[in-house]
């Protein structure tokens, strides 16, 4: 499969990338492990003027601690996360989530933790080639007028299938955006928007720098349902985390659930994350509670379009986060 | 059996070298000089009338060298047989699938090809599709294909009689529907083709193919040239599947392109293209019947099977027939009626696979199974007491000469320790057993016999020449094997030439398990009537009688006094200056009843012998998500002797991911108005080396007669027997006969939620 | 768009070569520089069928753009032996039965050096796991993980172990 013409870009520093995007901006696309982006370009999804290459840009390829905060660099191989026994010990959703991610000799040095992030929406109607998608009107995500998934659907209902978003955010990330002459910082829960067309609040002349994981004395755990045990995207997965109350360890301070693969963006439940405050963490019944509550949460976002019914993906989110909440229980005990 | 040498033994095959070392060539990895990039023009409508074609831009464009359309073919149509013509290598009136050719265009490179494909402006009317095989006969739309009333491609009607009075008879009678969607084939190599017309205006085509001949013949008709100006050649080949075995229209096109532009034309199928545009396994919807007498022996059976054949009729005939031939083969049957009706729909071309018919097969085991269960008899038990015997006839009347089905059995539910586990497993961790048999060969007229030459090379060396091709499965392996034995020879002395219609004779093809009962069969007499040749010369020098000789080891020996012996080679000179040339012919035609036809008269000897198995799967569900951990895998096939185990249970262990793990827990395909939604190896789940449950091999020897050495089929049925044997360990797991296939966790997950929702309601 | 000129290092040895920029490492490989060994099958990065070595780390070379490999050490399937001298991954894929159709087996021999040379003898469930980017349709993987699992640790019990009996290519007279 050939891939559409383009120029290659290849800045040797941070600072020559940024120089480029602010003077391309529409017309450039940053290439890090091509993984989704290739992809993508092969189907003609996508046809940017030029690439920017992060070949050069070593110094986005970092995992460190500083002041209770885990900073990655965007640049970061998914292999470089799963071996740091930082991500492992303190990270531990991101961890089982890259994990999951593709297969060994995708992550190792391919894949990146920023490609996975930034992954465009997916749909099993609009990821087909060219041929597929001709003789029939265009969807919404491919310039028209008309979603495939559901009918009368008046906008686009792609999937964010990325592993690597639920679990960032159900650990409570920031992103770090920078473009010539500054940075801001983003919350993950903020940063998607609910177009599944442009699924990130993300202007094209910025570039994804860092991600930062504040340390909060809790765990977290990552479940996902695919059809098989690799290569393959999320059809459900689920990320938490559990906080310990300061003054009684068995106690639920604070949780945070996510739900993946059933929307537009990862669906942080705000109202089955709270359900679990003060409850104890053998509270079993307190985990199936917000795991029906999450159920019945994510369940109107999601559309058939990834694969498997959608019944079957909806009954699925109760599995996948309870099975999480008992792991991540189970972490806070050790 | 002892006595072989080279027979017999785990022998790595020969082509293996040039593979490791990426060396051997592929059809996509030939570049022939000034060879330009073909491309196809598909439909993107289910079925439309073509109004106009106008392809001046596309020609116009530089860098294109020619555009053939169906105005070139002069609208002739083709079929495997002659009742089912129909299909033109380029339409020109109608399309009738979503991938059904419409243009060819060759140019100096791919990304021009594209752009020119862009360029061919079809003019169509959209005509009402239909997807449904049971709404396609019903249909009162405009027929898919207009000599075909009710969208009926093919309906092959068997009755043995007496089948409605077996059923007065009957202690026990139960009626079930089992569904199955189509499945892809999903060789690791996607089809690619390379064509060109040589100096001497003969055609020579690369490109992977069941059978080279099957290739040949059609082009010869189709160009109007005589067949020995058709050349296929030889080249590796990425696997088959019974998917490659008919012409398609891209080697028209591709040869057409070749003709029109006097230079060499190379055609590569994307993924998508290969899972669309090539070939299918057909969706079924079957009816089984059954009566059984008090101990569970099966009197009477009426299947009716509903086969969603897609646009064309591709092996029509042979698909309708051989899921019940299978059947008929594993199982003995007092009487029995089939119907099986082969349906036009508006989607993918439906030919020949691996496994036939998953919802037909697998639909049968799980009613033994329910049968089993009223009658309180044990699965096992329910198998042995209608598994198929040697000596007698199936009810198609073909005799069953060697046949270890009962023994499969057995030595399956030894190693798998079936009668610890049985009705003894934990909740939702099961055992189930799948049976089946397939026939090795079938009748082929003209083209059932292969013939094999052998010439011996001064330096006593052997050239061998035969129509079998190797599709990746080891055919050319198995004809070194053969011929090296029988020669006295070591494997790297004997230089294969074959599946090459210039230099081979014709040869069924590698896709009715014919390869080593026929292929091979030649292989084997002509090597003996070779060494006949080397025997006399050599018993001359040794002053001893020819009968008393042996060869082994490059040697040519008395079998008593084996001190007293003669290379091979010295032989060969001997014989070269005594003028005479070393070398031989033999050839094999399976004795199998030639009135024999899969619509007209489906009776008589369909083949010499058939292969017998027996798979037993364990496996854990997970009630919580409905997915299936496979624990263990056991096969067991009587394969008639096995010429090289190490080859076999590569075949035991590919066919049952294939049919088993694959076929009956991921792989199907989704559709959106006729379009395939998971056309690639991302959306089609094949199954990954981490997904893959502990397996048991079992080779089972009944020696046929007939067969060289009694080796016969080499364990393709196992990829039905294994779906069977998953779909009833799956089964016997939640306690629920699933009639859906394949098992994906969503309808496992469904049984076992309605399973509860009755037992609460009791 | 015009070609650009550059160096590959491939199998430790330097070809100069010009590429557009949207050729692909494995388009420059099969079509520029008749390295035919690594194969195209599905194209987007699942099969495996394409993988090289970049810098010791096994990658799909149909996602990898030709000038993102400049610089660094690209092996090839036609890089695992050194002449006529088979590796032992090699010899013990032959030995093991490992090899069907081999259309997957160069990408299956590139996932599985990349392994061995980290972890010279990695247990079943870790072999199965760095082969699971490695689809095979025809073996099932059984004899591809034994013959993983015996590439340089021949085992006395297994039939397919032959230490030593390397096969050397056929010398005509």
Redesign the interface.
Known sequence: MRLPRFDYLEPANLEETLDLLSTHRDDVKILAGGTDLLVRMKKGLLKPKKLISLKALDELSYIKEENGVIKIGSRTSLSDIIHSNLIQKKAEALFQACEKIGAVTIQHCRGTIGGNILQDNRCHHYNQSEFHRSGRQACHKDGGKICYARDEADRCNSTCQSDGATALMAIGANLTLAQKGGERTVDLDNFYTTDGIMPFAMESHELLKEIAIPIQGAKSAYKRLAYRSAIDYPIVCAGVLLKPSDTDKNKIADARIVVGAMGRAPLFLAKASSSLKGKNLTDKDAFKNAADISMNSAAPFAVHNVGATLEYRCDMVFEMVFQALEQAAIAVKK | MSDYTIIGKRMPRVDSRAKVMGKAKFTADLKLPGMLVGKIKRSPYAHARILNIDTSKAEALPGVKSVVTGKDTEGVKWGVFAYTRDQEFIQTQKVRYIGDEVAGVAAVDEETALKALDLIEVDYEELPPVFDPMEAMASQTELIHEEFPNNVNVHVNIDTGNVDENFEKAYYIREDTYVAPEESYFQAEPYAIVARFDHEDCLEVWCPNGGPHMKSKPLSNAFKIPLHKVKIKKITIGGAFGGRSEICPVDYICALLAKKTNKPVKIEFTREENTIATRQGHAMITTHKTGVDKDGKVLARETTCYMDGGAYSSTGPIATSVPFLSMEQVYRMESVRYNGYRIYTNKPIRGMIRTHGRGFACGLDTQLDMIADHLGIDPVEMRLRNCRKPGEYTSTKSYVDSCAMDETIHKAVEKSGWKEKWGKLPPFHGIGIGTNSVQTGFPMGIRGGSQSFIKFNEDGEATVMSGVVDNGQGNDNMLVQIAAEELGLLPEDIHLVSADTETTSSDPGSYSQVSTFVGGHAVQIAARNCKKKLFGVAAKVLKVKPDTLAAKNRLIFVKNDPEKSIPIKKVVRISLLNFTSVNAEGGYWPKVDMTREWVKNPYGQMCEAFSFGTTIVEVKVDPDTGQVEVLEVTAAQDVGYGLNPLVLEGQFEGALTMGGQGGMLTEYHEWKDGRCLNPTMLDYKLPLACDMPKINNIIVESIDPKGPYGAKEAGMSIAMSAAQGYSAAVSNAIGVYMDSFPLTPDKILTAIKKKKQQSEKK | ?EK?QITLDINNKPYDVRV?????LL?VL??EL????????????????C?VH??G????S????A??AVGSKIK???G??SGED?SDL?QS?????A????????GM?M?AD?LLNVNPRPDEKT???????????????????EAVAHAGNPQDHC??CKTGSK?V??T??
């Open positions: 768009m650009i557009y920029p949207n050729d692909t388009e099969r079509d008749d390295l035919t060994g690594s194969k195209e099958s599905c194209g987007e990065g699942v099969c495996g069928s993988t970049m810098d780390k096994p990658v799909r149909c996602l990898t753009l000038l993102e090839t399937v036609e695992l032996a088979l090699q894929f032959i030995d093991h039965g090899v069907q159709c081999g259309f997957c087996t160069p021999l996932s990349a072999i199965r796991k760095a082969l699971a980017g490695n689809i095979c349709r025809c073996t099932g993987y059984a004899k591809i993980v039939p397919d096969t290519s056929k005509k007279e």
